[in-house]
């Protein structure tokens, strides 16, 4: 299995916030740094302070930061971006890292902040989603010297150079979420990743067999998807570090316990390996303390190690 870092800047996170996380967690063996795409806060407790920063800005930065761990959004919003646009800026800020980006990309759900800052949320989203995925590898699988061009719905292309192209080849796109049909299917045709989303154990099987039903229907091996899952985290090696950890995430020790990673190394070990038993082979600790760099020393040395 590989361990990745999640987190949600909106909550309130400066750019140094974020680059002292994702460089600890690169020293520490982290085999990603992922966050959200949002432009607003969830938790109020704080009003978001210092404000949003934006996800591909800040991976840019982060690339140029950092030298080895993967770096991505878990998952941007396709009513942000034009594609046209988005395929520029991850194909320009994988080169910046040196191939170690991907694409976490969803329909959007978040309509307040869409408010907030002016950004149009149409009703039904999943036809965009669906063409942007057309639209950003279409451009990036046109051999170079060759033009694109689409007509969709929402998207019209003509003649587009197709450029620049990734460092990698295919850049790897996550697609996440419980949808019965539509969602299985758009992972079976674009994504190298399936996020089923959070760790609560009872739904994940269903998604999994959905998931993997679609990939036969298309005639792709389901082994050649990567099933993860994220969990929001507090652990610790006292029941008063995890308390305190899960109220840094507005939660409790026990709600974490049923739909995160929570509780000490032997509970979360047991937990990631019946994870493991399903399917899962990539987990994303969602940690919500910036400044709480102990949690992920805990999970590097006192966790991780039990999982090899």
């Known amino acids: 299995m590989d361990f990745r870092i999640f987190t949600e800047p909106q909550n309130g996170a400066s750019y140094t916030d974020q680059l002292e996380l994702a460089q600890a967690a690169e020293k520490l063996g982290f085999e990603g740094y992922f966050r959200s795409d949002h432009y607003l806060t969830m938790d109020d407790r704080n009003g978001g302070m210092p404000g949003p920063t934006d996800s591909w800005t800040t991976l840019a930065g982060l690339a140029r930061e950092t030298s080895t761990i993967r770096l991505g959004t878990l998952v941007s919003s396709a009513t942000f971006r034009h594609p046209g646009i988005l ?9 910046m890292s040196g191939g170690r980006i991907e694409l976490g990309l969803g329909t959007g759900w978040f309509e307040k902040e869409h408010t907030a800052y002016g950004i149009p949320f149409p009703a039904k989203r999943f036809g965009m989603l669906e ?28 003649q587009s150079p197709a450029l620049p192209k990734p460092v990698q080849n295919p850049l790897p796109i996550i697609i996440g979420g419980s949808g019965p049909s539509r969602t299985p299917a758009l992972t079976a045709k674009f994504a190298a990743e399936y996020n089923a989303g959070f760790a609560t154990i009872a739904p994940l099987k269903e998604r999994i067999d959905r998931v993997r039903a679609a990939c036969e229907h298309f005639d792709r091996d389901p082994a050649t998807l990567v099933l993860s899952i994220a969990g929001t985290t507090a652990v610790g090696a ?26 000490t190394a032997s509970e979360v070990v047991d937990k990631i390996s019946e994870l493991k038993a399903l399917g899962f082979t990539r987990v994303y600790f969602q940690v919500m303390d910036f400044h709480d760099l102990d949690q992920l020393d805990f999970l590097a040395r006192e966790v991780i190690p039990q999982l090899d």
């Open 87 to 95: 395929a520029i800026q991850v194909a320009q800020v994988d080169d």
């Open 238 to 263: 006292t029941e008063a570090q995890i308390d305190t950890r899960a109220t840094a995430a507005n939660s409790t020790p026990d709600a974490l316990r049923h739909g995160g990673f929570a509780g």
């Open 131 to 158: 063409e942007q995925l057309d639209v950003i590898t279409g451009i990036w699988g046109t051999n170079p010297g060759k033009t694109f061009s689409y007509e969709g719905k929402h998207y019209q292309l003509s």
